[in-house]
């Protein structure tokens, strides 16, 4: 993944993976929010009250199920999102579409199939939420496994967006803040979520990222 500056460490400096990471400005503002007459019960709680709230466990559940089975439109639909616009391309070159230790695992290990999906989802208040799902099809799982084991760790390089231009939000960049990746034997599918317009919280990101990551390869 992308090298994250402020992305916090455990007891022996390793990088932690999470969905967000809480500035001490935005912890202060949440703070603040607290002492000054109103009632936060957590810090979650209270940034998501200023931001779009997350969906129900059930609806996420459903939105998974739709998209486990391809059906992009009803997972989205679940979440209260729609699709305004996606681009998918298939059979690209792992050395070529990635960088730093990754491309430099792929020299090595050469993958069998690389396919990506880029898409733009919008709610009903306007926020628009830009996507990127990455199926890597490797030559056995062993190669699988070390390929998610190197991009779950930030700072090892990632695979690339073949061209967000098409998402239409100049200078976009994925940030890697709101990550998901999976395995299933031979097959590694990483899913990426920032949000283009608006203010999503970063619980709904997750969950954004959570369906992106079980579709099926196209």
């Not at 990754?102 to 733009?120: M, S, T």
């Not at 098409?166 to 999976?182: C, N, V």
Request: with cysteine; net charge positive; hydrophobic share 35%.
């Amino acid at each position: 993944m992308p090298y994250n500056p402020n992305q916090p460490r455990d007891s022996q400096g390793r990088w932690i993976k999470t969905g967000g990471v809480l500035t001490a400005a935005a912890l202060a503002t949440v703070v603040a929010a607290a002492s000054g007459g109103g009632t936060v019960t957590s810090v979650g709680a209270g940034l998501d009250a200023a931001t779009t709230k997350s969906v129900s466990e059930t609806n996420t559940a459903n939105s998974k199920k739709a998209a486990q089975k391809g059906d992009r439109a009803e997972a989205w639909r679940r979440l209260a999102l729609k699709e305004v616009r996606n681009e998918i391309k298939k059979d690209l070159r792992c050395a070529v579409q990635s960088f730093g230790q990754v491309q430099q695992y792929f020299l090595r290990h050469p993958c069998q199939k690389l396919d990506q999906l880029l898409f733009v989802v919008q709610d009903s208040d306007g926020n628009r939420i830009a996507g990127s799902v990455t199926w890597v099809k490797m030559p056995s799982a062993d190669s699988a496994a070390q390929l998610r084991r190197l991009e779950d760790t930030y700072g090892s390089g990632d695979v690339t967006p073949f061209g967000t231009e098409i998402l239409e939000a100049g200078g976009f960049r994925f940030t890697g803040k709101h990550y998901r990746s999976r395995q299933d034997g031979k097959l590694v599918v990483i899913a990426e979520i920032d949000p283009i317009k608006g203010s999503p919280s970063d619980s709904f990101l997750k969950q954004v990222a959570d369906v992106a990551d079980v579709l099926p390869p196209p």
